[in-house]
């Protein structure tokens, strides 16, 4: 009788034991992902390596506004792939997602929009909406460069706001399509570039309408995207965007005209030393991810980009209005850059080429000094190689994920 009753009492055990591990504890899982190579033009091979990522469900259970080094590099990751709607496919595929849809990828595209993925999972009792969002593509570039001119009244920046409403609506539509539960869902949220302004301003969106607790948000290399007043309150903390001090995307528009970004930034080191201190690791991480050396910037270079580009617009209004003489074009600050975004999309290249070559005599030589950096006189004076420019090696998603790694490391 005592057997039988040991028996059955181990037994029972077992089973409330295997009850517990799966209800109360969590299982870490290993997906394998594509982290791939951020293309300077739509011509590039796009190169991608393996990378392999561990976590467990319980991941979405935690606050958002405590960072998670997981879903940081996760969303990387997916971040690079968004570049190749295929890639992304492939990666949320890999972490489980199903009902994946994908919008405004085709040939077709609407250039003040945005290439957005979707796909969602269900863990637990709440479904995972997995928002990947593309970085800039071909003529995207001027919706970039397009500040807006009433931003006193609008206080965001009017390229990304379109982008982020196109993204909303595919949103909505999504959520009615496979009847996601708005009181049972769950946002993660990402991009990279352009892509991550429209992440940044869509989050803050999506926690006005369904509460803080219910977005995570990771984004990378996002230029500014706001003027409120109340972009970093706590409300709004657990929408991290990481910024590589390097990257003078992620400091345009200009602080100086009360530009800032919604939730939390985080710089990858703010002084020379830390920057001297991590450049080997990250260095030898990039060179895993694209096979060659990882250029630096300096403090200097990088104010005088931003210094210059304040005298010659001191305004918003300056920036679209005031107009300087190049080689008998009157241009402002707006003009040229749209030109710049010309050249990047191989419009025009040498008539456009020249005269950004011709204006070292004007108030944009440091302009076009710092953008130029990096390039050789013969990529300079036919097709500008942006690929081995600077902005290449201190914006590029590989960049990014390096000094994230090095970054996680040293938490």
């Given at each position: 009788?005592?057997?039988?009753t ?18 109360c ?8 992902l ?25 991941i ?34 890999a ?32 479904t ?23 931003i006193?009244?609008?206080?965001i ?7 982020s ?42 926690i006005?309408?369904?509460t ?35 990257d ?57 980009f ?6 010659i ?5 300056d ?32 008539s456009?080429?020249?005269?950004i ?55």
């Open positions: 009788m005592k057997r039988i040991a028996i059955i009492l181990s037994v029972t055990m077992a089973f409330w034991g295997s009850f517990m591990l799966t209800s504890e969590t299982i870490t899982q290993n997906y394998t594509n982290f791939v190579t951020t293309p300077m033009k739509s011509s590039d091979d796009i190169a991608h390596v393996p990378y392999n990522i561990s976590f467990d469900e319980s979405f259970s935690s606050s958002p506004s405590e960072f998670s080094p997981t879903l940081a590099k996760t969303a990387m990751v997916l971040s690079s792939g968004a570049y190749d709607s295929d890639f992304t496919q492939l990666n949320l595929d972490l489980g997602f199903t009902h994946k849809a994908k919008f405004n990828y085709s040939s077709s595209y609407d250039p003040q929009a945005v290439g957005i993925s979707i796909a969602k999972r269900e863990i637990a009792n709440t995972i909406v997995a928002i990947v969002l593309r970085g800039t593509y071909k003529k995207e570039w001027h919706s970039n460069f397009d500040i807006g001119r009433n006193n009244e609008t206080n920046h009017e390229g990304f706001f379109k982008a409403n196109f993204a909303l609506k595919k949103l909505s539509q999504y959520m009615s399509n496979y009847m996601v539960n708005e009181n049972e869902c769950k946002f993660f949220v990402t991009g990279h570039s352009r892509a991550g302004a429209v992440a940044n301003l869509m989050s803050k969106t999506l006005d309408t369904y803080a607790d219910k977005v995570y948000a990771y984004t990378f290399a996002s230029p500014n995207t706001t003027t409120a007043l109340n972009a970093n309150i706590e409300l709004y903390s657990g929408i991290f965007n990481f910024v590589n001090p390097d003078f995307i992620s400091y345009v528009p200009l602080s100086n005209w009360g530009f800032t970004k919604y939730g939390t930034t985080i710089e990858f080191f703010s002084s020379e030393e830390e920057r001297k201190n991590k450049l080997s690791r990250v260095n030898e991480k990039y060179k895993t991810y694209r096979n060659r050396e990882l250029k630096t910037s300096d403090k200097e270079t990088l104010s005088l931003l210094d210059s580009a304040y005298e617009a001191p305004t918003v209004k920036y679209y209005d005031t107009k300087y003489d190049v080689l008998g074009i009157q241009m402002s600050m707006y003009d040229y850059m749209n030109m710049v975004a010309q050249i990047i999309n191989e419009e025009n290249v040498i456009n080429g020249l005269i070559l011709g204006s070292d005599a004007t108030v944009f030589k440091d302009i076009k000094d710092f953008l130029l950096i990096g390039m050789d006189d013969f990529s300079r004076t036919t097709t500008p190689d942006f690929d081995n420019s600077l902005i290449s090696y201190t914006h590029s998603a590989e960049t990014y994920l390096s000094y994230l790694e090095v970054y996680i490391e040293d938490m």
